[in-house]
């Protein structure tokens, strides 16, 4: 077999708050083929981001966080690295596109130079090569126009173009892997279909693995090969993309399919999972799920093992009642 | 941009209209009558008349702005009260003064107060963060005459460095000038610098919290072009508005500095038309302010399209 890409293991971030210490993510792992994506879905707040965030080693080096497990990426710990040598990784093999479309373009620079800078940093290019460099990468992202474009400021750009230019930001430097944080909750329904599509050739002509973050199950079904599934900061179930939607284990991956409308079952109203996520500060002892979950029961108090599903070997869930 | 510049200038036009009209407004509601405090209560019924006359203001109300307004616009703001001369003159002999004070304080205020402010904002709850964020408040409390009271004392009387004395000296004698213009422009630059600092340090912080400094970040680029391409350009816009805005307390503060300094400026005039009611000379002062109030309005707004290119092409 050969050996992944990229490989998150036992990341546990955790946060001072007020004097206290409490836990973002516990335990998360997951390893990264290459020319594979893996979505990490869950509900607002569970660490989806956090967890994408620090394996770029976006979150600030303070006291006040900490972080504990290894982020490898090609058999080197980017958790030890200094910001200095994360620079040489970061915008070159590993990049990023983030949620907000609107305010995550720099406002009083062109678009052009906002892509070709990390041209000009990792790879040396005179101005006039990164130039060309950047206006393919906007034709490669089906912006009309593109050289006219090019020097454009962000304000003159839709959600959508500017989403299209945060990928061809993020793409610029030809990176091995790339994440992708909720890349089209802020879009509405027809460019997210867009720039998905969109990102899934790119992914299929580059050779590059993605790690896509998002809430959406629809969106998962349409680019996964494998999902992680995050409740309270824990992973509770992995497997491949059809296991998943096939025979989903844990009673929160049940209850999350559950609840996309489908126009094939006639329903009076939509179907959601009661109560709300705990607060870091307020997360149950033992099974982090059990003050939502149908099945709960007084093993859950315990915090329950990881158990392989029997059959497949790379399925995986935390539950006692299954 | 020069279509910008254009319009922002005629922007300006019916706020300056408007200014003049409150002003005109202003000068006829202050209680008393300027005849009576010019010749005095022992006056006769008819040189009162006559000095009215003289004056314009026996004329209804409308005539006299019409009046006042043609007046200003072509220049003439009326003759002095107390000494006869007109008011233009007076004026323009010494707003060169007043002008290079507060444009040297400007100066002095942008060129220290905006490094302290991004500086401090970088090194957040570092030493350096705190100095600077005491230096600031100095300047920010202290009152300016207090400052010049200070700096006069010390710089001046006590090691010599500074004259103690500003006066008149012809622009023949450029160093001589800058030289008595030196401590008056350092004690309201003082001030200057506590506003522009904590504005800049502030501005910076808001904005090294930004979604686009993330994404600087991510693309790996190094620290100081995060800091300073990304950052700076877009911190730079609410500072460009405020340091305008604080010229108008600038100016006033700048009256104060002239006095203590015994510096000629709009300051001795305005104290010397307040002592003799010459209401013709502070009504000339009034319009003199607000002409270079807006003018520095004029100013940041035509920066505003420099800095940040949505400014310039909504319009």
């Known amino acids: ?322 | 941009m020069l279509v910008f510049t254009l319009k922002r200038l005629l922007a300006s036009i019916p706020t300056l209209f408007a200014v003049l009209t409150v002003i005109f407004v202003l000068v006829r509601i202050v209680p008393g009558d300027p005849a009576l405090a010019v010749l005095g209560d022992s006056a006769s019924e008819e040189v009162i008349q006559e000095f009215r006359k003289s004056i314009g203001i026996d004329k209804p109300l409308w005539e006299q702005y019409l009046v006042f307004m043609g007046d200003v616009l072509q220049g003439n703001l009326g003759l002095s009260m107390a000494t006869g001369k007109t008011v233009v003159e007076e004026v323009s002999n010494v707003l060169p003064y007043t002008l290079e004070l507060t444009v040297a304080s400007i100066i002095i205020g942008v060129v220290f107060g905006i490094p302290l402010g991004i500086f401090s904002a970088i090194y957040r709850n570092h030493f350096f963060d705190y100095l600077a964020r005491m230096v600031s408040l100095l300047g920010l409390s202290f009152p300016a005459f207090y400052i010049s009271i200070l700096f006069m004392i010390y710089l001046s009387v006590e090691w010599d460095w500074f004259p103690v004395f500003s006066e008149y000296i012809p622009w023949s004698d450029p160093l001589t000038r800058l030289y008595h213009l030196a401590l008056p422009a350092l004690s309201l630059g003082v001030i200057m610098i506590g506003y522009v600092a904590r504005t800049s340090r502030s501005s910076m912080l808001e904005v090294l919290g930004e979604d686009y400094i993330r994404t600087a970040k991510s693309k790996g680029l190094p620290r100081n072009m995060v800091v300073f391409k990304h950052g700076f350009r877009n911190a730079l816009i609410p500072i460009l508005t405020l340091t305008g805005l604080y010229l108008g307390l600038l100016m006033g503060n700048s009256v104060l500095t002239e006095i203590v300094f015994n510096r000629p400026g709009l300051g001795g005039l305005i104290v010397g038309s307040l002592e003799s009611r010459d209401y013709t000379m502070l009504q000339g002062l009034i319009v003199t302010y607000a002409f270079f109030i807006v003018l520095a309005n004029l100013i940041t707004d035509i920066s505003y399209g420099l800095v940040d290119p949505r400014v310039k092409n909504n319009d």
């Open chain 1, 1 to 322: 077999m050969t050996e992944p890409v990229f490989c998150v293991k036992d990341l546990s971030i955790s946060f001072k708050l007020n004097g206290k210490w409490c836990q973002a993510t516990q335990n998360v792992n997951f390893d990264l083929m290459e020319n594979e994506t893996l979505c990490i879905v869950g509900e607002s707040g569970c660490g989806k981001s956090i967890t994408a965030m620090s394996c770029l080693g976006l979150l600030p080096k303070k006291k006040n966080i900490h972080i504990e497990g290894q982020v490898l990426y090609k058999g080197v710990n980017l958790l030890d690295l200094t910001e200095k040598e994360l620079n040489d990784y970061r915008g070159d093999d590993l990049s990023m596109i983030f949620q907000e479309p609107m305010t995550s373009l720099n406002p009083v620079l062109t678009v052009g130079e906002q892509i070709t800078e990390s041209l000009l940093v990792h790879k040396s290019m005179t101005k006039a090569q990164a130039r060309e460099t950047g206006i393919e990468l906007l034709n490669k992202v089906k912006i009309p126009e593109a050289e006219k474009r090019f020097s454009q400021y962000p304000h003159q750009f839709s959600g959508g173009m500017r989403q299209r230019v945060m990928i061809a930001i993020a793409l610029a430097c030809k990176p091995t892997v790339l994440f992708a944080d909720e890349p089209t909750t802020a879009l509405d329904v027809t460019i997210q279909a867009q720039v998905l599509h969109l990102l899934k050739e790119l992914r299929r002509e580059t050779k590059m693995s993605m790690v896509m973050i998002t809430h959406d199950m629809g969106v998962v079904a349409s680019v996964a090969d494998k999902v992680l599934v995050m409740y309270g900061g824990q992973v509770i179930e992995n497997s491949s993309c059809k296991d998943l939607f096939e025979a989903p284990n844990h009673p929160y991956t049940k209850a999350l399919l559950n609840a996309i409308p489908r126009p094939d079952r006639h329903i009076d109203h939509l179907t959601s999972i009661p109560g709300q996520v705990p607060t870091l500060a307020g997360m149950p002892s033992g099974c982090r799920f059990s003050t939502r979950c149908e099945l709960v029961s007084d093993q859950c108090a315990m915090t329950p093992d990881v158990n392989t599903v029997a059959g497949q070997q790379s399925h995986h869930y935390r539950c006692w009642n299954v």
